[in-house]
């Protein structure tokens, strides 16, 4: 590991920003192998990698780049050719130097025999070159001595003028501290506008009584002339108030402005990371697809930068796993071999946009509605009430998922909840649109600035709360008389759409406000105040006691004691000095419909109902006894099969809800149990979940071709897993 702090953290920088730029150079020389210029960009980018690691003695690092700088130097002169077999080699050994970029600046063994890999990289190993040697023979003192050319990349510009250095490297943690120290200045300007409000009443308050107090007089001394002194006093120190609250105004408005554009950074930093990714993807699922990237130069706060990869991610993993069809179904669809995945963002007056699209089959909506109804997301009523945008806003539920074919990583419900949440906690909102057969987008909104947030305070139960303006679709009063029950919940109608109400009193457990003896619930004609919310992807209606004012606050997130307190997101200090608590819409939301769930009536016990039943499959004896017990303590009935043929033989006989196979067994392995039971029509709709430690890609796609439903690999095996597939299958 690097020894020098600083040293080692500027190498762990520039070493990404080289990676990088060898990525997407690799990614453009697979279309244009002949560009010279991208070559040359390439043959650059290894170069400086190689110079930085030479000049911390990052042995492996610079050993690896100085291989890459031949392979791309000779590329670019045209002695040798760059095949698509050579490019996924370099890919190789461009994964290898991040792991050793990684043990240089942690400490971790990366465990690469670098030697291996050099090997199998293309081209000769470089000896007897002009460069020289890699690293010094041991005992002796390398000399040499490097032309400005060749150091840098390029030759030096000429020096005019004084040294000048342009840019500095800055701590994020000390950009944060200032960005919180900037947002604070917010609040004291709000408490000095309320200041000066009240200097502007006194000074009122004081040239009446001026003008009255005009005619008396105290020891020989007109009190109105006391009373005028006073007046003017106040006046004079209401105008030196007021410049000086201007000019704070003014400043700390260039201090948070230029603070928050130090933090900014173009989408392209984010943007650039998903080429790669989009090409493996496709590579292992056989798939075709390419990526087109627009609003790289638009910028954003570092934190959401760094926020929105798990989002993007998730959905473009979707993209290539759900969305893009295979190269031939394609064809015969009449569209092309190669999906298009759209990544883009842009600016408006007052949010940041980000759209991730592709023109794969669409979003499914009676597949989403089965699944839903399945999975007991929504009634079966519900969902015939809702309109076609409510219903793919289903997708975010946690453990949603429509896919037919459920791996380790892919199809067991998780990714697109992540996103909503992720985006959620930017004070952000994502909502999805699709046409079935035809596109499907993702369309990410988020605030300009996380450094401040508008909320709308409220009284409820005696005390002050505060609602992220974002959320607050609108606010209105509703009487007790439209109120109605229905489903086990209290429900309005708000533009023609039933959603579920609550009092914050109930939901926050704090007492009702009480007037005249009687609760305002109690008169049915006595309207009360009532915010609209969009949250966690549906609409819900909360009654507060009273809409006290809107403000710009600094959020304070929770203290580390409390860090996660349902219904509430942290808080924030009032003009007055009063700390208030900042409540989370989602779980507002969360919390008004498990209220609903709790007070429906249960349809049955579990021993009421008949245990689905299981056949599994499994020549191990230790396997099959630990599957059994975790199936049968998942309130399955299991029976048990030791191979192939036992099991076909043991269908035969009764009804099976499922089939869990192992795939290498003797007589009739999993997969040819799993053909032969989809080509019989009774029993083509069985779910079949295969358990195996054949975890490879190629033996997912064997599994999937078989017709499997689910893939489970034993080596990434959890006992959750297993039990949600199954759930979600029967």
């Given at each position: 590991?690097?020894?020098?702090?600083?040293?080692?953290?500027?190498?762990?920088?520039?070493?990404a920003?080289?990676?990088?730029?060898?990525?997407?150079?690799?990614?453009?020389?697979?279309?244009?192998?002949?560009?010279?210029?991208?070559?040359?960009?390439?043959?650059?980018?290894?170069?400086?990698?190689?110079?930085?690691?030479?000049?911390?003695?990052?042995?492996?690092?610079?050993?690896?780049?100085?291989r890459?700088?031949?392979?791309?130097?000779?590329?670019k002169?045209?002695?040798?050719?760059?095949?698509?077999?050579?490019?996924?080699r370099?890919?190789?050994?461009?994964?290898?130097?991040?792991?050793?970029?990684?043990?240089?600046?942690?400490?971790?063994?990366?465990n690469?025999?670098?030697?291996?890999?050099l090997?199998?990289?293309?081209?000769?190993?470089?000896?007897?070159?002009?460069?020289?040697?890699?690293r010094?023979?041991?005992?002796?003192?390398?000399?040499?001595?490097?032309?400005?050319?060749d150091?840098?990349?390029?030759?030096?510009?000429?020096?005019?003028?004084?040294?000048?250095?342009?840019?500095?490297r800055?701590?994020?943690?000390?950009?944060d501290?200032?960005?919180?120290?900037?947002?604070?200045?917010?609040?004291?300007?709000?408490?000095?506008?309320?200041?000066?409000?009240?200097?502007?009443?006194?000074?009122?308050?004081?040239?009446?009584?001026?003008?009255?107090?005009?005619?008396?007089?105290?020891?020989?001394?007109?009190?109105?002339?006391?009373?005028?002194?006073?007046?003017?006093?106040?006046?004079?120190l209401?105008?030196?108030?007021?410049?000086?609250?201007?000019?704070?105004?003014?400043?700390?408005?260039?201090?948070?402005?230029?603070?928050?554009?130090?933090?900014?950074?173009?989408f392209?930093?984010?943007?650039?990371?998903?080429?790669?990714?989009?090409?493996?993807?496709?590579?292992?699922?056989?798939?075709?697809?390419?990526?087109?990237?627009?609003?790289?130069?638009?910028?954003a706060d570092?934190l959401?930068?760094?926020?929105?990869?798990?989002?993007?991610?998730?959905?473009?993993r979707?993209?290539?796993?759900?969305?893009?069809?295979?190269?031939?179904?394609?064809?015969?669809?009449?569209?092309?071999?190669?999906?298009?995945?759209?990544?883009?963002?842009?600016?408006?007056?007052?949010?940041?946009?980000?759209?991730?699209?592709d023109?794969?089959?669409?979003?499914?909506?009676?597949?989403?509605?089965?699944?839903?109804?399945?999975?007991n997301?929504?009634?079966?009523?519900?969902?015939?009430a809702?309109?076609?945008?409510?219903?793919?806003?289903?997708?975010?539920?946690?453990?949603?998922?429509?896919?037919?074919?459920?791996?380790?990583?892919?199809?067991?419900?998780?990714?697109?909840?992540?996103?909503?949440?992720?985006?959620?906690?930017?004070?952000?909102?994502?909502?999805a649109?699709?046409?079935?057969?035809?596109?499907?987008?993702?369309?990410?909104?988020?605030?300009l600035?996380?450094?401040?947030?508008?909320?709308?305070?409220?009284?409820?139960?005696?005390?002050?709360?505060?609602?992220?303006?974002?959320?607050?679709?609108?606010?209105?009063?509703?009487?007790?008389?439209?109120?109605?029950?229905?489903e086990?919940?209290d429900?309005?109608?708000?533009?023609?759409?039933?959603?579920?109400?609550?009092?914050?009193?109930?939901?926050?457990?704090?007492?009702?406000?009480?007037?005249?003896?009687?609760?305002?619930?109690?008169?049915?004609?006595?309207?009360?105040?009532?915010?609209?919310?969009?949250?966690?992807?549906?609409?819900?209606?909360?009654?507060?006691?009273?809409?006290?004012?809107?403000?710009?606050?600094?959020?304070?997130?929770?203290?580390?004691?409390?860090?996660?307190?349902?219904?509430?997101?942290?808080?924030?200090?009032?003009?007055?000095?009063?700390?208030?608590?900042?409540?989370?819409?989602?779980?507002?939301?969360?919390?008004?419909?498990?209220?609903?769930?709790?007070?429906?009536?249960?349809?049955?016990?579990?021993?009421?109902?008949?245990?689905?039943?299981?056949?599994?499959?499994e020549?191990?004896?230790?396997?099959?006894?630990?599957?059994?017990?975790?199936?049968?303590?998942?309130?399955?009935?299991?029976?048990?099969a030791?191979?192939?043929?036992?099991?076909?033989?043991?269908?035969?006989?009764?009804?099976?809800e499922?089939?869990?196979?192992?795939?290498?067994?003797?007589?009739?392995?999993?997969?040819d149990?799993?053909?032969?039971?989809?080509?019989?029509?009774?029993?083509?709709?069985?779910?079949?979940?295969?358990?195996?430690?054949?975890?490879?890609?190629?033996?997912?796609r064997?599994?999937?071709?078989?017709?499997?439903?689910?893939?489970?690999?034993?080596?990434?095996f959890?006992?959750?897993?297993?039990?949600?597939?199954?759930?979600?299958?029967?």
């Amino acid at each position: 590991m690097i020894e020098d702090v600083e040293l080692r953290e500027l190498f762990k920088t520039e070493s990404a920003e080289h990676l990088q730029g060898l990525e997407a150079g690799l990614l453009r020389i697979e279309k244009e192998p002949g560009d010279k210029a991208v070559l040359e960009n390439v043959l650059r980018e290894a170069h400086s990698l190689k110079g930085s690691a030479r000049m911390l003695g990052v042995h492996d690092v610079e050993r690896m780049a100085h291989r890459l700088e031949d392979i791309f130097g000779a590329a670019k002169s045209g002695n040798e050719v760059l095949a698509p077999g050579d490019l996924d080699r370099i890919y190789r050994g461009v994964d290898a130097i991040k792991k050793l970029v990684h043990e240089a600046v942690t400490g971790e063994a990366a465990n690469l025999d670098v030697k291996a890999i050099l090997e199998v990289l293309p081209g000769a190993p470089p000896v007897g070159t002009a460069r020289g040697a890699l690293r010094p023979i041991p005992g002796e003192v390398a000399v040499k001595t490097i032309p400005p050319e060749d150091a840098c990349g390029e030759p030096p510009a000429p020096q005019q003028g004084g040294y000048r250095i342009d840019t500095i490297r800055v701590e994020t943690k000390k950009l944060d501290g200032l960005m919180t120290h900037s947002g604070e200045l917010a609040v004291i300007r709000t408490r000095m506008a309320r200041l000066l409000s009240r200097v502007d009443e006194l000074a009122a308050l004081a040239d009446v009584l001026a003008k009255k107090a005009s005619g008396v007089s105290v020891s020989g001394i007109g009190g109105g002339e006391n009373m005028g002194r006073l007046a003017s006093g106040l006046a004079h120190l209401r105008d030196a108030v007021y410049e000086d609250n201007s000019r704070i105004e003014f400043v700390s408005g260039m201090l948070e402005t230029g603070i928050r554009e130090i933090r900014l950074l173009p989408f392209s930093t984010l943007f650039n990371f998903f080429p790669r990714m989009v090409r493996d993807m496709a590579r292992e699922r056989r798939k075709e697809a390419e990526l087109e990237l627009s609003g790289g130069d638009v910028k954003a706060d570092k934190l959401i930068i760094e926020e929105l990869k798990d989002p993007l991610m998730h959905i473009i993993r979707n993209s290539i796993d759900h969305g893009i069809e295979p190269p031939e179904e394609r064809e015969r669809a009449g569209k092309p071999r190669a999906g298009k995945i759209r990544l883009s963002a842009r600016r408006t007056d007052s949010n940041i946009i980000v759209e991730a699209s592709d023109d794969g089959g669409g979003l499914d909506i009676e597949s989403i509605k089965r699944t839903a109804a399945k999975r007991n997301i929504r009634s079966l009523k519900e969902l015939d009430a809702m309109g076609a945008a409510e219903i793919m806003d289903l997708v975010f539920t946690p453990g949603f998922s429509t896919s037919a074919f459920v791996t380790d990583v892919s199809g067991r419900g998780v990714g697109l909840d992540v996103a909503r949440s992720n985006v959620e906690r930017l004070k952000g909102a994502i909502q999805a649109e699709s046409t079935t057969g035809g596109e499907c987008l993702f369309r990410i909104k988020l605030p300009l600035t996380l450094a401040t947030a508008r909320v709308l305070l409220v009284s409820a139960g005696g005390g002050t709360f505060a609602i992220p303006m974002e959320s607050v679709d609108t606010t209105r009063r509703v009487t007790r008389k439209q109120i109605f029950h229905m489903e086990g919940r209290d429900a309005i109608v708000e533009e023609n759409r039933t959603i579920s109400v609550a009092a914050m009193a109930d939901l926050l457990g704090l007492p009702r406000k009480v007037d005249k003896g009687r609760h305002p619930a109690e008169n049915g004609d006595l309207p009360m105040p009532c915010l609209i919310l969009t949250a966690a992807g549906e609409k819900t209606a909360i009654i507060v006691d009273d809409l006290l004012d809107e403000q710009e606050v600094v959020l304070k997130p929770p203290s580390p004691v409390l860090k996660r307190v349902r219904n509430v997101a942290g808080s924030i200090i009032l003009g007055s000095g009063e700390i208030c608590p900042v409540l989370n819409p989602g779980d507002l939301a969360k919390t008004v419909r498990k209220r609903a769930v709790s007070a429906a009536p249960e349809t049955g016990t579990k021993e009421d109902r008949k245990k689905p039943s299981v056949l599994l499959v499994e020549d191990s004896i230790t396997t099959r006894t630990q599957e059994k017990r975790i199936l049968e303590s998942g309130g399955y009935e299991v029976v048990t099969a030791v191979n192939g043929v036992d099991a076909w033989a043991k269908l035969a006989t009764r009804p099976f809800e499922a089939v869990v196979s192992d795939v290498m067994m003797p007589e009739m392995d999993g997969l040819d149990l799993t053909a032969r039971i989809r080509k019989d029509d009774k029993f083509k709709h069985l779910p079949v979940i295969l358990v195996t430690t054949l975890a490879s890609d190629a033996d997912k796609r064997r599994g999937l071709e078989a017709g499997a439903n689910a893939y489970i690999p034993k080596p990434s095996f959890e006992q959750k897993i297993l039990l949600e597939t199954l759930e979600r299958l029967i």
